[in-house]
């Protein structure tokens, strides 16, 4: 039951890869970006995550799901798979967002007159 959460997480980064591969999102648009950009919003989250620990604000929730390896005090194994699922999806968001925009007629965009 220890490794419930990360499964989970897996699973979730594993169906982000499908969608980007289907679609050619994100890392099949531009992989060598891509993994800038996502490697970026990862450590960005993680000094915020470490920052938030630091300040007393963040703590580490003791839950039967969960592996209980932590990689710095406060800090689970978990929450690198989640930071890297929040800024996948969040790329593959943009990616497919700015799509459907750039497919979208100019008078239906909200540009004005």
Same mark, same amino acid.
């Given at each position: 039951?220890?490794?419930?959460?990360? +499964? &989970?997480?897996?699973?979730?980064? +594993?169906? /982000?890869?499908?969608?980007?591969?289907?679609?050619?999102?994100?890392?099949?648009?531009?992989?060598?970006? &891509?993994?800038?950009?996502?490697?970026?919003?990862?450590?960005? #989250?993680?000094?915020?995550?470490?920052?938030? !620990?630091?300040?007393? !604000? #963040?703590?580490?929730?003791? +839950?039967?799901? /969960? =592996?209980?390896?932590? !990689?710095?005090?406060?800090?689970? !194994?978990?929450?690198?798979?989640?930071?890297?699922?929040?800024?996948?999806? +969040?790329?593959? &968001?943009?990616?497919? &967002?700015?799509? /459907?925009?750039?497919? /979208?007629?100019?008078?239906?965009?909200? =540009?004005?007159?």
């Amino acid at each position: 039951m220890g490794i419930l959460y990360l +499964t &989970a997480l897996t699973i979730a980064l +594993t169906g /982000m890869v499908v969608l980007d591969r289907r679609f050619g999102l994100f890392f099949w648009a531009d992989a060598r970006r &891509a993994a800038v950009v996502l490697v970026a919003g990862v450590a960005f #989250f993680l000094v915020w995550d470490l920052l938030g !620990i630091g300040l007393g !604000i #963040f703590f580490r929730g003791e +839950t039967s799901i /969960m =592996t209980g390896l932590v !990689i710095a005090p406060e800090l689970p !194994i978990e929450e690198v798979f989640f930071l890297a699922l929040l800024c996948y999806l +969040t790329m593959n &968001a943009y990616a497919a &967002a700015g799509r /459907m925009l750039a497919r /979208m007629p100019a008078g239906r965009r909200g =540009t004005g007159s």
